[in-house]
């Protein structure tokens, strides 16, 4: 099983950053998938989720109206949307699959500075 996070990086507030999620070795269009994220110091968050179809998501308050989360099952594909990027968003990004069993990335680091 893996989970291969890629897509972050160095960004101005106001950017944008586009993650990818990309699994494999498990059934993914049986999992609902989420991204986590956690700062230094901080507890991990729940960012973002989306039902095993696509049919459903749900979002921290913090980034409502700024980021979105997709899936496309044909590809084994979670992305997380991210726009009007803050200095608060910084943080190391994590997928997680949520179903039979749950399922961590190795994360990816997404820096917003000036």
């Known amino acids: 099983v893996q989970l291969v996070e890629s897509g972050g990086g160095l960004v101005q507030p106001g950017g944008s950053l586009r993650l990818s999620c990309l699994a494999s070795g498990f059934r993914f269009s049986s999992y609902f998938m989420t991204w986590y994220r956690q700062a230094p110091g901080k507890e991990r968050e729940l960012v973002a989720g989306?039902?095993?179809?696509?049919?459903?998501?749900n979002y921290a308050d913090s980034v409502k109206g700024r980021f979105t989360i997709s899936r496309d099952n044909a590809k084994n594909t979670v992305t997380l949307q991210m726009n009007s990027l803050k200095p608060e968003d910084t943080a190391v990004y994590y997928c997680r699959a949520v179903g039979a069993r749950n399922y961590w990335g190795q994360g990816t680091q997404v820096t917003v500075s000036s």
């Open positions: 989306i039902s095993s179809t696509g049919g459903s998501t």
